[in-house]
């Protein structure tokens, strides 16, 4: 057998190998959809697709869930998940918009305007700032960040409006978004940099040749055409962090509360959860058949929403192909 | 109309180098000009405040008993002990993940490369498998572990995982756990190996066909010795996605304090592989507030650690990727980001 292997393989062999490898590959991941809707299939055949709604408390829904015995009544598997749903969004929606102006502005200095030994600099910071890992992110903002805005940014005003409904700790919305952001702005970076590189240096060169200045030609010229991988970058990093668990568990204080628009500034400092943090946050509960069906099927909704938000990705940036910009 | 007259007769004191002041400018432009360094700076600072707080608190609470000594139950700070576990099991985590995804990362991307463009079935499988590539780099890694757990409960897996109390499948194990980190490290060997080789001059292919070697013989011989840095950063960027996570280890490893290898009768290996035990990412998960043991100084320490590990894994893929690597585009200098 080992001698069959050293000796030199013919042609149609290695690639039949390599074929099977990388078809495994695929299979992995076929696999991996399957196991994940077989598991949070309960939940869908007591609640069809009413569980992304809202109505009760999620927390009660949670608890029964939790508590159920070893073979759980259908009433267990009662669920409306609209809560945490919504925190997804709203964490998500609000660190994209705030990351988003921040990656497009540096990703023209890094490429357009940087002077050349700071645009080294800039691609290493990019770099390391995409590297730090997320608990290290959540460790910086449950020790710093949120002690910080519950001691110095909130107001005994505005603790004392929500006496009796959630404390406010600083731990909340603003912590998350803020860290959130600056978590996803690196890709963002890099995605429109990438775009921005393979702009023709010909089309900035007739823009410098009609005689305008370097930043109109970036406004009249590259943004143009690189709108679409603008719009792919802010796709593909919401898809980066619809799934971030760690860090939100650690800084959004963990409860489930929806925060309401109407408290004003308030608003900014509730707590909240997210789909991916009450997976990390109940993933001791799994043992429960209820709550691991719940798990599950938060974990199908991420997994689904990842997916169609990289196809979207995708889609935005085939029109950069026509005119040969590469993305 | 005199101050346009008058205009020629400025411009030549007024151009210094390229031709135009920013005096001249609109407003608009100067102040896009102003947000553009602006951001940059923004960035530059987020990142040295990141990196010199923690080395400070780092350095502060940091002790050569802290590294070796290993964890313990206890009440008081000074009895639970140090995380030299949680970094054996980092390291371990590590060593499994790259050895399952290195062989296959790297034989997809030759198949897909030297194999996978010859007729349409192949263009279409070449596409089927990028795409699926794609998906695990895009899916979230609490997913990915829940997806491990969900496997190694199977009972088909079962003698992979640590025994529960009352003989069930917990499926929390380093096999389990490494096996899950290899779909996370998988992506960015794939795209650097594959980027590499594509990278690689087909007349370097055809000389090689010319003097009789079989295309097995050409890809061992010739391709993978000339993307030996690509595989290098690749490897590099991988270790560095599976040293940095956390939800996988939180979930499937157990999160006990100590290695805690399984009862077994055969290798002894096969028990270590089987039982649970913790990394440096959940060790500073649980020393923070968020966590249950609470120790915030073990945790700046343990973050210390991981994030000088972080950044000179991130200083070697610089070194091999100006050295060698074929890389292509502005994303193969930020590589591994997306």
């Not at chain 1, 109940?282 to 991420?302: C, D, K, Q, R």
């Not at chain 2, 346009?4 to 001249?24: C, D, K, L, T, Y």
Request: hydrophobic content about 55%.
């Amino acid at each position: 057998m080992l001698n069959r292997l050293r000796n030199p393989w013919p042609d149609h062999r290695a690639e039949r190998t390599l074929g099977a490898v990388a078809l495994f590959a695929c299979l992995c991941v076929l696999a991996m959809i399957v196991l994940v809707a077989q598991r949070a299939w309960p939940i869908f055949a007591h609640n069809g697709l009413s569980w992304l709604g809202s109505g009760g408390s999620l927390k009660a829904q949670i608890e029964t869930m939790l508590n159920a015995p070893g073979n759980p009544p259908a009433s267990a598997y009662h669920l409306r998940a609209w809560p945490i749903i919504y925190g997804t969004l709203l964490i998500t929606g609000l660190a994209v918009l705030l990351a988003l102006p921040l990656a497009l502005l540096s990703s023209i200095f890094i490429v357009e305007l940087a002077p050349v030994p700071m645009r080294r600099t800039m691609v290493r910071v990019v770099r390391v700032l995409a590297s730090v890992p997320s608990v290290v992110w959540g460790l910086i903002g449950i020790l710093v960040l949120v002690p910080f805005i519950g001691n110095h940014v909130i107001s005994p005003s505005q603790r004392a409006s929500m006496e009796g409904t959630v404390q406010l700790t600083g731990a909340g919305l603003a912590p998350a978004v803020l860290v959130l952001a600056l978590m996803i702005t690196p890709i963002m970076v890099a995605l429109i940099c990438d775009a921005l590189v393979a702009v023709p240096a010909a089309w900035r060169e007739g823009a410098a040749a009609l005689g305008v200045n370097r930043v109109r030609a970036i406004r009249a010229v590259t943004l143009r055409a690189v709108r679409p991988a603008i719009v792919a970058a802010a796709v593909l990093a919401t898809a980066r962090a619809l799934g971030e668990a760690i860090m939100i568990s650690m800084v959004s204080g963990s409860i489930f509360f929806a925060p309401r628009p109407g408290d004003g500034a308030t608003f900014f400092f509730e707590p909240l959860r997210s789909l991916a943090s009450t997976i990390v946050d109940y993933h001791e509960g799994i043992s429960a058949p209820a709550l691991s069906a719940a798990l599950y099927a938060f974990a199908l909704l991420l997994l689904f929403s990842a997916f169609v938000l990289s196809i979207g990705g995708y889609l935005i940036k085939l029109p950069l192909r026509r005119y040969q910009v590469r993305p | 109309m005199s101050t346009f007259v008058s205009q020629p007769a400025e411009r030549p004191a007024r151009s210094r180098g390229r031709g135009s002041s920013i005096r001249a400018w609109r407003w608009s432009d100067r102040l896009l000009l102003l947000a553009a360094w602006g951001a940059g700076l923004t960035l530059c600072a987020v990142v040295a405040a990141v990196v010199l707080y923690m080395a400070l608190r780092g350095i502060e609470y940091l002790s050569p008993t802290l590294l070796f000594s290993r964890p313990a139950a206890g009440l008081t700070q000074s009895q639970t002990g140090g995380f030299l576990d949680p970094l054996l099991g980092t390291l371990l985590l590590t060593a499994i993940g790259i050895a399952i995804a290195a062989p296959l990362a790297i034989c997809s991307a030759l198949w897909i490369v030297e194999y996978g463009q010859g007729g349409r079935g192949r263009q279409t499988l070449t596409r089927v498998v990028e795409s699926s590539i794609e998906i695990v780099a895009g899916t979230p890694d609490i997913v990915i572990a829940f997806v491990g757990l969900a496997l190694f409960q199977l009972h088909l897996f079962a003698w992979a995982s640590e025994v529960g109390e009352g003989g069930g499948v917990t499926g929390k194990s380093f096999l389990a756990a490494g096996t899950m980190m290899s779909l996370i490290a998988l992506p960015p060997i794939f795209v650097a190996v594959r980027d590499g080789l594509q990278g690689v001059p087909a007349h370097t292919r055809e000389a090689a066909f010319a003097l009789g070697k079989t295309r097995v013989a050409t890809i061992r011989r010739v391709l993978l010795p000339s993307v030996r840095a690509n595989i290098a950063t690749g490897v590099t960027l991988g270790v560095s996605r599976i040293i940095a996570d956390t939800a996988i280890v939180v979930v499937l490893l157990g999160d006990t304090l100590r290695i805690e290898p399984q009862a077994h009768g055969g290798l002894p290996v096969l028990g270590l592989l089987k039982g649970t035990g913790s990394s440096l990412t959940s060790f500073i998960y649980d020393n923070s507030p968020a966590g249950e043991a609470g120790a915030p100084q073990k945790a700046y320490a343990a973050a210390f650690v991981l994030l000088a590990f972080v950044l000179a894994l991130n200083l070697l893929v610089e070194r091999i990727s100006r050295a060698r690597a074929r890389s292509t585009g502005f994303v193969a200098a930020v590589e591994g980001i997306v």
